[in-house]
Structures are given as structure tokens and as C-alpha cells.
């Protein structure tokens, strides 16, 4: 049976699920020990197969005779795409006509994927390659988790996957990161991966999570500029998606989360960036028009940078959220300092964020 690969960077290719040999499959589910960047429980009927550079693992499903269905995880950090990208996408390739941003959120579920929460979205179609008219089921799961959107994916055989999403919502719910490695994806998993343009996770991010241990060493790889960190920021571990994270707090436990990240060229463009970080603080987008009003210059040792300060709130929570960035373009890549957190510690740390950001030397190139 031919299935149609969706790729959250890619256009649709076409593959072969390879057929289950009657090999017996575990009676009960039993978590799998990796090195990989998260774990699970594998629920029973599915089979690991070999993964990719783009996927963290990759399952197949053969629970009914002459069905299948395939359960992929994907991880793509910084510039996944807008929410009406991915389900647009989608929907194309299962034959459905492209619906408005708007409707959207009505269309998506709350789910429980380990410790967090993100947002699920179901579609029924027929693959646009392959066996034309065949019912095919796409549920995916995204999670937005230090700054890298994660996509678990079952797609297949519609009566297949209608019937095996009890089995994927309790996989999900089974998912932990490994915060021991203090990483998202493995070197490896990133080698030749470029972000897509367009982001703004508005839509399913959950908002900022402040967890961790405060006090925990973590050693810098010091693969970023020279900098001169302030004195009360703590650093955390930080998965390869970022350049370094940090963390800071006031004497009323109130914190803040510093990110700094990098990607090539102008890294999805000013416009997306923010919008994304608007939906972080439950926001809507603005277009270039309104993006001018908010952005102030900073001098910076090599040229401005771009300085954005929003106040809003977490979308779950309710609580209030400050931002305060700086956007710095450099001739072939772009670096983002994020301060985000309680209102009154991003008020205090502004000044300190605009001073650590100046005291970056950057290489010349």
C-alpha cells in the first residue's frame, strides 16, 4: 500500500510501508531506552522502524488485516511554519480544499503530550498519490517546546487510525524529555536541517515553561559570540536549537527565561519572528505596517539592532507576560535574544538584556 509522507519541511513523496512479517509484537507495553532526545511506551500492534535524520523515531501499525498506518515524530526547531501552513498542507494532501486561518482554532483539540499540553488536529481524506480514493486519517499532535515544534503524526488507513487513537493519545501521554541530556535533538538529528520561513506558532504554543533547577551547573559549550553574562543570570541547559538559555528570578520568585537562538540568513524575516513571539503572549499578528510601531534601534559594535518590547499574557495561564527582544542581522545570519517572563523581572532585566547583547562580539564575516 503506497502512503504519502508528510514532511513538515517538505512536499509530499510517496513510499511504501513495508508489510509486517507475523513476528509477535509485545503483549504489553514497554518503555524503549535510547539515547534519543525523548522517551515512550510503545503501545502494542506497533513496530519501531529504522528513523532518519528528520524523525526521532518512526512506528508502523498493522492492527487490521490489508490496513496500515504509519506514527511518526518530527522535531523542528525555531521556523516550523504557521498553523494554516501545516493544516493547509495537509489537507492538500489528502484532497481537501485549503480553510481559512480563522476557522482553524475551532478545529483543534487540547492534548496531553507527557508534561505539557499541546494542540491536536484530525483531517479525513484521500491521498493525492498512490491508490486514489482510498480513506485515509491524518491525527497530529504539535507541541511547542523550547522554541522547537514538535509534530507526532499517525497518518493511514481512516478506519485504522480512527481506531487507534485511544492507543496515540495514551502514547503521547507517555512521552518524556530527556532533561538529564539537557537537549532536544542530537547533533546528528540536525545535521543538514535549514529552517522553513513563515513561522508564527501563535496558534499552539503553550506558552512560556518556567520549570527547571535554578541551581544546577551547566557547562558552556561556548559555541556563540563572547559575551559578558550578567551576574544573576543562571544558565540552563539549552537544546541545540539554541545558542544558550538562561534563567532569573527576583526575590519574590517571579522569573524570566533568556533564549538566544541563531539561524542563517534573515531566519524567517523580522515579521514572522514576532508574530510568533505575539502568539507566545497571546497576541494577535501584525502585519509590516504595524511591525514598524513596534521596533526601536539599538546600537550594537557592528551596526543596530532591533529592539521589540510587548506585554500581554500566557494564553492558558492568564497570566501576565512581558517580551522584550532584540533582533541582530548580520551578513549572512541573524541572531535573537529573547528575554520573556513575569512582567516585573523583564522590566528589570531590560536594561541588563540590551547590555549583554552589546557586550556580544560577533566574528566578522
Known amino acids: 500500500m503506497l502512503l504519502a509522507q508528510i514532511n513538515d519541511r517538505a512536499q509530499v513523496s510517496v513510499y ?21 532526545p525523548l522517551d515512550w511506551v510503545t503501545p502494542s500492534g506497533w513496530k519501531e522502524l529504522p528513523g532518519d535524520s528528520m524523525r526521532v523515531a518512526t512506528f508502523a501499525i498493522t492492527a487490521q488485516p490489508g490496513k496500515q498506518a504509519q506514527v511518526t515524530i518530527v522535531p523542528i526547531g525555531g521556523h516550523a511554519g504557521t498553523m494554516a501552513d501545516n493544516v493547509n498542507r495537509w489537507r492538500n494532501q489528502l484532497g481537501l480544499e485549503p480553510i481559512e486561518p480563522s476557522v482553524i482554532p475551532g478545529q483543534l483539540s487540547s492534548v496531553i503530550v507527557g508534561s505539557d499540553r499541546g494542540q491536536l488536529y484530525e483531517v479525513a481524506g484521500s491521498l493525492q498519490a498512490g491508490e486514489q480514493g ?70 499552539i504554543h503553550k506558552g512560556m515553561n518556567l520549570g527547571g533547577d535554578f541551581s544546577a551547573p551547566v557547562v558552556d559549550a561556548g559555541n556563540h559570540p563572547k559575551w559578558q553574562v550578567p551576574a544573576n543570570w543562571k544558565q540552563v541547559g539549552a537544546s541545540p536549537m539554541l545558542a544558550a538559555k538562561f534563567q532569573v528570578s527576583d526575590a519574590g520568585n517571579q522569573r524570566a527565561e533568556i533564549n538566544v537562538s541563531t539561524s542563517s540568513g534573515l531566519g524567517g524575516g523580522a515579521v514572522a519572528n514576532i508574530n510568533r513571539w505575539r502568539g507566545q503572549l497571546g497576541l494577535g499578528p501584525v502585519d509590516q505596517a504595524g511591525l514598524d510601531k ?64 552589546q557586550s556580544a562580539q560577533f566574528n566578522a564575516h
Request: charged residues 25%.
Open 134 to 203: 482510498r480513506g485515509t486519517r491524518l491525527t497530529v499532535a504539535i507541541l511547542s517546546r523550547d522554541d522547537t515544534a514538535w509534530f507526532f503524526k499517525m497518518i493511514g488507513d481512516d478506519s485504522l487510525v480512527a481506531e487507534q487513537k485511544p492507543a496515540f493519545l495514551q502514547f503521547l501521554k507517555s512521552i518524556s524529555f530527556n532533561q538529564a541530556n539537557n537537549r532536544t535533538l542530537s547533533t546528528e538529528d540536525l545535521a543538514g536541517r535549514a529552517p522553513v520561513a513563515g513561522a508564527d506558532f501563535a496558534s
Open 294 to 357: 513596534l521596533i526601536s534601534n539599538v546600537d550594537l559594535a557592528r551596526g543596530k539592532g532591533m529592539l521589540v518590547d510587548m506585554n500581554g499574557a500566557d494564553p492558558e495561564s492568564g497570566d501576565s507576560r512581558r517580551l522584550v527582544a532584540l533582533i541582530v542581522p548580520l551578513a549572512d545570519q541573524t541572531w535573537f535574544f529573547k528575554l520573556m517572563g513575569s512582567a516585573r523581572v523583564v522590566e528589570k532585566e531590560k536594561a541588563a538584556l540590551i547590555q549583554f547583547v
Open 16 to 36: 511504501h510501508v513495508p508489510k509486517e512479517k507475523t513476528a509477535a509484537v509485545a503483549e504489553a507495553p514497554a518503555p524503549v531506552v535510547s539515547s534519543k
